[in-house]
Nanobody, 125 residues
Framework: VQLQASGGGLVQPGGSLRLSCAASGRTFSRQTSGWFRQAPGKEREFVAAIRWSGGYTYYADSVKGRFTISGDNAKNTMYLQMNNLRPEDTAVYYC???????????????????WGQGTLVTVSS
């Protein structure tokens, strides 16, 4: 499966952005997919994930209540709606997916076999 992330940009604190991740070659519908981010000088960290079968969602505590992960089966696209953005949300955001991910690894980046190229989100005034 190939993943293409888009939607990053520059936004002021308190603003919103919506990231998209389009999949080709394999549908999302039987996979778990998610978003990770990596800020300069920091390790890649989990942001959110969705288990398409059943629609279960998972969030990092730092984004809970501000970010929403969702998916559109017809478009084979995953989204990350980010509201009330903060400067500490600045990072390159990556989408990832894997058809055989077990739930206990949903927050573990190395458990995902497919990755998009990343899209930069900068939150600054």
């Amino acid at each position: 499966v190939q993943l293409q992330a888009s939607g990053g940009g520059l936004v002021q604190p308190g603003g919103s952005l919506r990231l998209s991740c389009a999949a080709s070659g394999r549908t999302f519908s039987r996979q778990t997919s998610g978003w990770f981010r990596q800020a300069p000088g920091k390790e890649r960290e989990f942001v959110a994930a969705i288990r398409w079968s059943g629609g279960y969602t998972y969030y990092a505590d730092s984004v809970k209540g501000r970010f929403t992960i969702s998916g559109d089966n017809a478009k084979n696209t995953m989204y990350l709606q980010m509201n009330n953005l903060r400067p500490e949300d600045t990072a390159v955001y990556y989408c990832a997916a894997d058809p055989s991910l077990i739930l206990s690894n949903v927050r573990v980046s190395r458990a995902y076999g497919y990755w998009g190229q990343g899209t930069l989100v900068t939150v600054s005034s």
